[in-house]
């Protein structure tokens, strides 16, 4: 769970009656092509208004719109174009379940139905197919769903035209007998049992994939993001039943660069389970399993996270009161004392790569993720150390201290900068300068003197917090607190009003991440 993983990385995917049939990511794949499918079905029934409203009174002036486009055909419209546009938005919103939009795709697909046979049938029509059997066949291909429910939303939709010739019979105009209605509407249901094809061939594909997917002790699951080396999946131990962070090496990566040979990648990444093997801290994330697979791809196998990343944090939340920013950054600090006690190196500190998560019984509980830019000795010798010259720059730009800019030799007080940046971003919901590129942000860092926190937190930061955060983003080394514990000590004699404890954390979790609060399995 690194290189940026997005915060559905902690949503447990428990079993439903569609997760049985596809994996994860397929199931949000199909919730995407959902709302792409709401903007579609708005879009013809919008064209619908306008070509009956606007362009048939100018070709035909005088004449009144047809049996084609009778009186509900206007608000039926309205309420389709509205209801696909809250459902396409409803698909878009972060934290949206995938399953439920399945759900709900079955239903939006019964009222496209219903207003279809309702316009239809407005004056009954018996010549020709209806346009509902195209909706119950392509709508399964767009959003697959478990068969007997794709069985029976098809058989609702498909009974949407006898409905409309029900209503109309109920309005007092003559409608057709009861067999030609049954002949005339047949097809409507052939379509409907037909549909449930699609549903089987991408619930055996659901199926295929999931064996797929099978590494070594672990069965893969959903896609959890990308970053600049790998994929991250979740995964279960097939035994254990554990819920793990699966990281694969994308092949791209292993590709040669103009800086980097593709051995070179293949050595970075097997340094950063090295690396993560050697720390004991509980606030790093913890490594279980490293290997190749038979296609010859590098793996690491991390502990599954239950927390959200402090850039996407921010990000939803807004700017954190001081003392919980000290309760994190110190949390953080003991992650990269070890580190560095161990003559490691981060150079990759960023909100992207520090998880709060709730670990057992304590709710905002950190771990530093991602050492793959780590430098030092791993016992590998000059081969080891020298995988990341010292003129070759790696890191984020927003978070580089001056020294890690201009390609020069890095040593712990480079990671003290970057949390630093960390800290002022927690405090602000800013990054420390501000730019157009990542070369006039590396500058910015060399030359530029940052602004006090205080004067961008919408909360009180306190002068003793001001000071030891600008300390941090010293333009010297020197400058700086020398150590994480230096640091961690200095943040502890902040004043910063009430203290951020368990309780308080507890609290926040439950209001603002309930899915994610309390222990997991």
Known sequence: MIDNAVPDIVRSAQDTPTSGALPRDLVQAAARRLGLACLVWAGLWGLALALNNLVSPILS???????????????????????????????????????????????????????????????????????????VLIHPMIVPHTRPRTLLAALAAASMDPLGIVITGARGVPIPSL?????????????????????????????????????????????????????????????????????????????????ESSSTVVLRFQREAEAAAQLRSPHSVVLYDFGVTERGQLYTVMEFLHGI??????????????????????????????????????????????????????????????????????GGGRGHTMLTAPEITTGTPAYMSPEQACGEEVDGRSDIYALGCVAYWLLTGELVFRSQTPMQMMLAHV?????????????????????????????????????????????AACAVGDAWGREEAAAWWREHLPERAGPHR
């Open 309 to 378: 990343d402090l850039e996407e944090l921010i990000k939803r939340f807004g700017p954190l009161p001081p003392a919980r920013v000290i309760h994190l950054v110190q949390q953080a600090c003991e992650s990269l004392a070890e580190a560095h006690a161990l003559g490691l190196v981060h150079r990759d500190v960023k909100p992207a790569n520090i998880y709060t998560c709730w670990v057992g019984l304590e709710p905002d509980f950190v771990k530093v993720l991602d050492f793959g830019l780590v430098k030092g000795d791993l």
């Open 61 to 135: 002036p005088g004449v009144p719109l047809d049996d084609a486009w009778p009186w509900p055909g206007n608000p039926v419209a309205l309420a389709v174009i509205v209801t696909s546009l809250a459902l396409f938005a409803y698909t878009r919103r972060v934290g949206a379940n995938p399953w439920l939009l399945l759900d709900l795709g079955l239903l939006y697909e019964v009222a496209l139905a219903f207003g279809i046979g309702l316009v239809n049938q407005w004056t009954p029509n018996t010549a020709g197919l209806s346009w509902i059997c195209v909706l």
């Open 447 to 491: 030359h530029d003197a940052p602004v006090p926190p205080s004067a961008r937190s919408p909360h009180a930061v306190s002068a003793a917090l001001d000071e030891v955060v600008l300390a941090c983003l010293a333009k010297e080394p020197a400058g700086r607190p020398q150590t994480a514990g230096e640091l961690a000590m200095r943040l």
């Open 179 to 259: 067999p030609v209605v049954i002949w005339t509407y047949l097809p409507n249901y052939i379509c409907a049992v037909l549909a449930i094809l699609p549903s089987h061939v991408i619930a055996r594909l659901g199926r295929d994939v999931k064996q797929a997917r099978q590494l070594g002790s672990y069965q893969l699951g959903e896609l959890l993001g990308k970053g600049g080396m790998g994929e991250v999946y979740a995964a279960t131990h097939r035994m254990l039943r554990r819920r793990a962070a699966i990281k694969l090496i994308r092949r791209e990566a292993l590709q040669a660069s103009q800086l």
